[in-house]
């Protein structure tokens, strides 16, 4: 086709589509930014299927920039961008920044949209610069902070983040940037624990807690630093601390407890503390702490007749493999069904994912405190039920 026809049907379908779009609006607002959105969308779509990025890129560039045309052009900067096109919506939206012509009030949503352009692109040094240039901006200051802090933790540079953070605080209560305050103090007071700085890590830990008292990691962290002076009763009664903050955490108090005790305290002494924790706070990990207390005191068949009553009420996959075991040791060696039972439980446990992350779904094997796919802290949880905990 011949490239001026080319282009003067794209140019018309697009333009003519847009203003159309816009002016056609009907009466009730919600309606109309309703219509309006779907179709910018289709209208979009339309010119990224029917031309090739360049000669939509080639169009743009050739589009006058007036109030009417710049969300025009903002919208293929952005479709640019979520196609992975970061470098043509970069070139859109510096394109649009450098004309003398763009009004001064979308000047910050164009800097906006760089700034992202830039994040996708991985090119942070620039994305910093501009997302600072946006803080405290009346209508991007906000979003320009929350990627500001999400780039500092990718970096690891909690200061940084902290200083952000804290900006946010400012004459507003949001628990959500407590929580997060709270965090990345803690980071900052790991840090310090490998380093072996143990003064420093405590006051970190005490500073995350005034941010947040339930952050269960500044817990943790208090608990182990308890442990490296070796204060091992304090580390143990610490961590309990866990179940009144957020106790779907108490599988990782326990674990902590259980490891502490083994090498350095006496399991058989927790019978009654553990019992009074399940009964409020059921899990598989805790019930089958409580059996080992029991075994270590009372003997195996006393552990096994009260694992058995427990897995009756709270039946769970873990446990019943235990029991299984336990009650081949009473019979003096594996049955056939036994060994096939633990065969499949196994199984099933096998590659089964340990955590969720209860705002995104995310899922894994590993503790994450920072959720890896939607950056929340502490949403990442160990996962209830009959094959978990
Ligand atoms: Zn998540």
Redesign the pocket.
Known sequence: MDIVFQWLLLTAAVAAGWFVGRSGQSSSRADSVISDEESVRDRLQFLFTNYSDQAVENFVQSLAVTPDTVNLHLSIGAQFRQKGESDRAILIHQNLLARPELPSRFSPQVTYELALDYLAAGLLDRAEALLQELMGERNYGLRASSHLIELYQREKEWDKACDVARTLTVGAEDPGVNIQLAYLTCEKADEALNQDDRWRAQKLAREALEYDKTCVRATFILSKLQSRQGNYKAASSAVLKVFDQNPEFGPEAIDWLMNLEREHGDVSRLGKKLRKLYDNWPSTTLLLALVESVERSAGKSAAAELLREKLEVRPSVRGLLRLVEMTGFETGGSTDEGRLVRQIGQLLLSDRPLYR??????AGQQLHWL??????WE??RPIQGVEAE
């Not at 992350?357 to 995310?362: E, K």
């Not at 959720?371 to 929340?376: D, F, G, L, M, N």
């Open positions: 992350c209860v705002n995104c779904g995310f959720c890896p796919s939607c950056k929340h949403t990442v």
